[in-house]
């Protein structure tokens, strides 16, 4: 791998062009040249690139992959399975708890021999948050039977890549492999990297893609995959993976030799640098191992025998390589971004440990440091501070601590913050002005609200200050619907810019109680606090004077990967709101289609171009899905339409806490990635709103009634004249996408048609 920086002679070589990317780039620009057949993916910082990388490409024309936006990763990682076994050669990207939310899917793609590559993009796995780099996500993947490759710059993300697939096809491995490289580090920075510059080399060096084992493709010859087994098969089935496992680490040198002739760049199974005759040296993961050679450099000009080990592949472990490298090494420092707590030491310590025991003539002392979590940088001055750990070792002949944290520090309690907003609670949300009362006769409440301005006395549930975008309209849609809810609120926001922009520790803008979980799970968080707190309250081991409203909020993409969750949240009947802000598009990550972006809007993953004409699909009529679960009360809202949002929140809060579970979404703008003008916010969505795209209506104990009807206010516009607004749908007014204007115009006057006769007839 040092081969990397040095001036590569070409000698036998194919051609190759010199360029400066970075990882995720370099990911992108193999899987294109492989031209994989599929990619089921979903979006997570530091992966997402990828994806959009390729869809880019993709309106360019220049690969024929079918990208596949799953509903999460939990779904990436079954369509990629569906493929592989059909066989195709299938590509994923994820990070972090993308990753663990497909983990279980892992062995079965192992366990049942279907090879593919993934790019694991490693980054902190929550909680808390963090979105930057270490490799705690990695470290759930050694027990999943998957090859895996550690990359350490952008260039060996892309040579890994192209090695992984043919590794994983090889008949005597025949198992999934994923590459994984540092969120940010490798993923972003960009580096000077060489990249075939014709495909036909790559696609020469993978080979055709296998035919010889039992997938679905060929019909004629009809196949069960994962018929369940038990005792002896199902022992000697994991046996041969075992032995797939280790036959890839023998793999693995063959094609790295081969990939060796074509590119000039030589890939062993350890990146020893200055090892020779070492007698410290560090054993690191990735980027950190690069940082550290300098470091090396400079030990040895002052007389220090130092070097670095860092290995190529982790899945099989390169025992006997390591056992061979550290014969002479008298101290060792194992440096690890993720810890296995409890364990006195993370995994690759032991792994490192256990391959020395069967030297019975190793002396090496082993110290173990769990260093760098939530990408905490790791300069020069950390490797230094490493080595002088390894040499007190060296030269006392024993770790004084064998194992601990590198880099954490002690909290001075003089630094206690002072809150800048006194919480509040009780009475300063309730302005008596609010009437709700159930009507016998027609089974429908009666709201009665105030002009808006004596509400304003009420105060905001989030205080200004925050980080939105500026007129990012997630905030007044909330605080409306707020305005319309008396009292104390629990809040619980998914992942998502409004909760992203309103925490960060140690500041918050929320005034009441919020918590924070993960978007697949929130409306499952929440139903268990709400039943918490009214079994506490039940038994008297809280007093609490007044009834609290709970509510979820979500946006469009939460409601996406959190589907299913929330589905069941209204199913089991818990007195809460789920309230979804919908942006159409993953804005946090940066402006991903979601099943609610229309069809034909440009996303970071629907790109415009000669191929590809934006979103292909339909957006998702989640107030219907919902509708159809039965709970008592579903609404839509916009800001455009205040007083209509705000009587919204009183009935949703009355329904919240005397029948049950409530849903409501609210279109809001996101001038960022919609690429529409601030001062346009509000026009947006009401003219959203009188194209019939997003009608204002509400479902009340099964019965729908049209809140606002354009139609009859004169007021009803077409498409075009909402969607001129926004530079992600401009192009759709242009004379060659009609087809798709008329088609979206189509779609919405269907829906548009249905709500009118469930509006006209109580029954529908
Ligand atoms: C399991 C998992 N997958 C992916 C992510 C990355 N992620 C966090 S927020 C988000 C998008 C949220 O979209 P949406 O709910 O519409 O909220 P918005 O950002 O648009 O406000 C994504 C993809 C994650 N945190 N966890
Ligand atoms: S990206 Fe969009 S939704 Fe997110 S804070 Fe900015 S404007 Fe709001
Ligand atoms: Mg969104």
């Known amino acids: ?23 995720n780039e370099m990911a992108a620009t193999a899987a294109a040249q492989i031209n994989y057949h599929i990619m089921g993916y979903f979006p997570i910082t530091p992966s997402t690139e990828v994806a959009q990388f390729l869809d880019q490409m993709k309106t360019r024309g220049q690969h024929d992959i079918k990208l596949i936006p799953a509903d999460g990763e939990h779904g990436s990682a079954g369509i990629c399975y569906g493929a592989a076994a059909t066989g195709a050669r299938v590509i994923n990207a994820t990070s972090a708890n993308g990753f663990l939310y497909m983990l279980e899917q892992m062995p079965v793609q192992s366990g049942t021999r279907y090879p593919m590559v993934m790019n694991l993009v490693t980054r902190a796995v929550s909680g808390p948050l963090d979105i930057r780099g270490d490799h705690s996500d990695l470290y759930y993947a050694l027990n999943t039977g998957w090859v895996i490759l550690t990359a350490k710059t952008p260039q060996a993300v892309y040579d890994m890549n192209i090695m992984a697939l043919k590794i994983a096809e090889h008949s ?17 920075q960009k580096r000077r990297v060489e990249y075939f510059k014709d495909r036909n080399a790559v696609q020469q060096f993978v080979g055709e893609c296998p035919t010889d084992y039992n997938f679905v493709r060929d019909l004629s010859k009809h196949v ?48 020893l640098y200055r090892m020779e005759d070492a007698e410290v040296a560090l054993f690191l993961l990735n980027s950190a191992a690069e940082s550290a ?78 260093f760098g979590l939530g990408g905490k940088d790791f300069y020069a001055d950390d490797a230094h501070a490493f080595f002088n750990m390894a040499v007190d070792a060296m030269e006392m002949g024993y770790a004084e601590k064998p194992f601990d944290y590198y880099g954490h520090v002690p909290g001075n309690p003089e630094n206690i913050l002072k809150p800048v907003i006194l919480p509040q609670h009780g009475d300063v949300y309730k302005t008596g002005l609010i009437d709700v009362k159930m009507d016998e006769e027609t089974n429908k409440l009666k709201v009665k ?193 205040p007083q209509d949002l705000v009587k919204k929140g009183a009935k949703a809060q009355w329904y919240a806490q005397n029948v049950g579970p409530v849903y409501g979404k609210l279109l809001i703008t996101c001038p960022l990635n919609w690429k529409s003008d601030d001062r346009y916010g509000t026009k947006i969505v009401e003219e959203a709103v009188n194209s019939c795209f997003f009608p204002l209506y509400e479902i009340e104990q099964g019965v729908t009634t049209i809140t606002y009807n354009p139609e009859e206010k004169n007021k009803r516009v077409p498409l075009s004249d909402w969607l001129k607004y926004m530079g992600k749908a401009k192009h759709l007014l242009k004379e060659e996408n009609l087809p798709i204007l008329e088609e979206f115009e189509a779609e919405v006057e269907k829906r548009w048609q249905r709500l009118k006769a469930k509006h006209e007839n109580p029954l529908l």
Not at 172 to 188: C, E, M, N, Q, W
């Open 172 to 188: 005597k491995v025949r198992l999934p492999v994923i590459v994984a490289y540092d969120g940010f580090f490798t993923s972003h």
């Open 293 to 370: 050679k300098d470091v090396v450099d400079q030990l040895r000009n002052k007389g220090i025998k130092a070097g670095v080990i860092s290995p190529n592949i982790i899945r099989p472990f390169p025992a006997k390589e390591i056992r061979e490298a550290l014969k002479n090494v008298k101290a060792l420092l194992v440096g690890e971004r993720a810890d296995s707590y409890g364990a006195n030491g993370p995994n690759l310590t032991h792994e490192v440990k256990s391959a020395l025991q069967d030297d019975k003539d190793n002396k090496t002392i082993v110290l173990s440091r769990v």
């Open 224 to 271: 069960t995959i994962g018929a369940h087994m038990s005792g002896d098969d199902f022992i000697n089935n994991h046996y041969q993976q075992s032995e797939a496992i280790y036959n890839a680490g023998e793999v693995f040198k063959e094609v790295a030799a081969d990939y060796a002739k074509l590119s000039g760049r030589d890939y062993q199974v350890l990146d």
């Open 449 to 641: 609200i105030p002009p808006l301005r004596a509400l304003t006395g009420k105060p905001k549930r989030i205080a200004s200050g925050h980080g939105a975008c500026p007129g990012c309209g997630i905030f007044t849609g909330l605080e409306l619907f707020f305005k319309g809810i008396e009292g104390d609120i629990v809040t619980l926001f998914q992942t998502g810019c409004a909760y992203v922009t309103t925490t960060g520790y140690p500041s918050t803008s929320h005034k009441q109680t919020m918590i924070h979980n993960l978007f697949q799970n929130g409306a499952a968080t929440l139903s268990g606090t709400v039943e918490a707190f009214m079994e506490l309250k039940r038994r008297g081991e809280i007093n609490v004077s007044d009834e609290a409203t709970f509510v979820m909020i979500t946006g469009d993409g939460g409601m996406d990967i959190g589907m299913g969750s929330a589905i069941g949240t209204a199913l089991r009947g818990h007195k809460l709101i789920m309230l979804e802000y919908d942006n159409e598009g993953y804005m946090n990550t940066g402006s991903q289609m979601s099943y609610s972006t229309p069809i034909g809007h440009m996303t970071s993953t629907s790109g415009v171009g000669k191929v590809q004409r934006g979103k292909a699909f339909h957006h998702k009529d989640t107030a219907q899905i919902m509708a159809a679960t039965n709970i008592p009360y579903v609404f839509t809202g916009s800001e455009a339409f």
């Open 1 to 23: 791998m040092a081969i990397l920086e040095e001036k590569l002679t070409k000698q036998g070589v194919a051609e190759q062009v010199s360029t400066f990317e970075s990882g």
